[in-house]
């Protein structure tokens, strides 16, 4: 059974690499994540039948794609990411977490928000002395129509 | 020196052919004609071979001309293509956008068909209909449909259009080498961007956007044999754009594309532009498909396949979506930036910005940022319309003029 603090922490885990993205303040978001982490962004596809890995990184990739964002024309809308945990099933050191998303996009003139997509965190968690990494995120997207896409991950 | 109103709405100083009028992208007249006139008798990408595997297969693809279509592999494993529509009561008959039918029925009232398009049940026939109508009078209307071109199923929903060979002519000797191999579809999804689907064309059909994408300028424009790179127009509308060595390495958290493709040099890269609105992309080592489905003046649904070897292992499948995300991805460096240009596009030349002309005006040499691939385009177009896209209400004027709101 986990501990009401080691929810606690992870709990606190997600909600802040989701304020830290939403602040595009990567630096603090790697800083919650393991050396070893991996982001992968997935979807299943009922029109081809499959499942489908639209973006998928290991820690260097992630900082690389960071890295690169100011050397593109991207759309400058903030996004704002909802989470809500659902479960946690926690071992010893690591925990498997699953958290609900929805993403929303507001746009610079005006300010008119909207609901940009759903899904889910499958997170697992590193557990070390009292502190929490992410170790994976695997964003399963219910949403597949993203207008014209994003370049920071969600 | 900037212009005033009279200067600003003053036709170009290019050839009529190197310009259009910004209202063929606004109209909703002109978007009507160009369903009928353009789409309804073009032969249209509606799935791959590689969606219908198995007898009973079926993908749904809603025609740009507005018809809802079921694509399905029968028992005898051939390919075709009906109206997605009863033809008792009008109901759509399948519902989700793909599976596998042995029987397609109605739910509304049970009529169930074949995947010959041959009506098998009609409940309580006898009982409603005596001997007055049965199921022989109750087949489902089949579209014309070939396999072709990669294992790409295509329809043409009009009887008496030309045959697909006619329609593609030479436009894809270019590619075809390339396509020898069984193909396999491994990405999947629909962008509805506010914006006309001639614009979305456009940029799949010039070069010179490629200041747009840092990804490009680092990997190919700079690079040797870029400015080599030709257009070259075919009849119907069509057009190819010929290969160079795209240095993929010179992105940083990119490198050399490892997997190659069947008989491509090593960061090859192929386009193939098939009017109305569909796109061949080759890069090495990818094949990506765009099929644009036209919704209204500024607003188009185009769907992105992406494509590798039916006998790629695990391994080499994942370097190909790695590569495909990388730019073509919904979260890629070159998707992105190429819908948000066009979505641009739609919010500057929607009806009522005073937008007049869009230049078509580069020459150089059929080379990579001439812009002959859009004026042939608009040859075509302005021929199947019978209106020319630089005076599209045969105003004749040296300075066209508005039509009233």
């Not at chain 2, 075919?234 to 993929?248: L, T």
């Not at chain 2, 070159?334 to 005006?361: C, K, P």
Request: with cysteine; aromatic share 12%.
């Amino acid at each position: 059974m986990i501990k009401g603090e080691q929810r606690q922490a992870i709990e606190d885990l997600v909600y802040r690499s989701c304020l830290a993205l939403d602040a595009r303040d990567y630096k603090t978001f790697l800083s919650l994540c393991d050396p070893e982490f991996r982001y992968t962004v997935t979807t299943h596809s009922p029109e081809i039948r499959r499942d489908m890995v639209w973006l998928d990184h290991d820690r260097k990739g992630m900082e690389t794609l960071f890295a690169n964002l100011p050397k593109h024309n991207s759309d400058h809308s903030p996004i704002t990411r909802h989470a809500t945990v659902y479960t946690v099933d926690a071992a010893r050191d690591a925990a498997e977490v699953v958290s609900a998303i929805q993403v929303f996009r507001t746009q610079l003139d005006g300010g008119a928000t909207e609901l940009f997509a759903v899904g889910r965190f499958h997170d697992t968690v590193k557990l070390a002395d009292g502190v929490a990494r992410l170790a994976r995120r695997i964003v399963r997207l219910e949403t597949r129509q993203l207008g014209y896409g994003y370049h920071v991950p969600f | 020196m900037s212009k005033n109103a009279a200067q600003w709405s003053a036709p170009p100083k290019f050839p009529a052919s190197h310009y259009v009028d910004s209202r063929i992208y606004t109209d909703q007249q002109i978007f009507d004609e160009e369903k009928e006139k353009l789409f309804r008798p073009a032969w249209i990408i509606a799935c791959h071979e590689s969606e219908l595997q198995a007898p009973y297969d079926y993908r749904l693809f809603t025609h740009p001309a507005g018809v809802p279509l079921i694509i399905v592999r029968g028992d005898d494993r051939k390919v075709r293509a009906f109206y997605n529509i009863c033809p008792h009561r009008g109901n759509t008959i399948l519902y989700d956008p793909a599976g596998n039918a042995k029987r397609m029925t109605c739910i509304f009232h049970q009529w169930a068909f074949d995947t010959r398009g041959t009506c098998v049940e009609i409940t309580r026939g006898e009982q409603g209909y005596q001997d007055r109508f049965c199921k022989e009078d109750a087949s489902m209307r089949e579209v014309r449909c070939e396999v072709a071109f990669g294992g790409f199923v295509w329809v043409n929903v009009t009887d008496d259009a030309p045959a697909l060979r006619e329609f593609i002519g030479g436009a894809m000797d270019i590619l075809e080498p390339y396509m020898e191999q069984p193909m396999e579809v491994f990405h999947f999804h629909k962008a509805l961007v506010r914006t006309n689907f001639k614009l979305w064309h456009d940029t799949n059909s010039e070069f010179y956007h490629d200041f747009l994408h840092y990804f490009n300028r680092i990997t190919g424009m700079m690079q040797p044999g870029y400015y080599e790179r030709r257009y070259t127009p075919f009849a119907n509308g069509h057009a190819s754009v010929g290969s160079m060595q795209i240095q993929y390495d010179k992105y940083d958290g990119s490198k050399e594309r490892a997997v190659g493709w069947p008989g491509m040099a090593r960061g090859g890269w192929y386009m193939v532009d098939l009017f109305p609105g569909m796109t061949y992309n080759l890069r090495t080592s990818v094949m990506r498909i765009d099929t644009s489905v036209p919704i209204s003046p500024n607003e188009v649904l185009i769907e992105f396949r992406g494509l590798g070897l039916k006998s790629d292992s695990a391994e080499e499948r994942a370097q190909r979506v790695f590569d495909h995300n990388m730019i073509w991805g919904p979260f890629g460096r070159n998707l992105h930036e190429d819908l948000l240009g066009v979505t641009g596009q739609g919010r500057a030349l929607r009806q009522g910005t005073d937008s007049r002309y869009l230049l078509h005006g580069r020459e150089e040499n059929n080379t990579i940022h001439d812009e002959v691939g859009m004026r042939h385009y608009y040859a075509e177009w302005s021929r199947r319309m019978g209106r020319a896209a630089y005076d599209p209400y045969r105003e004749g004027k040296a300075e066209p003029v508005r039509a009233a709101a």
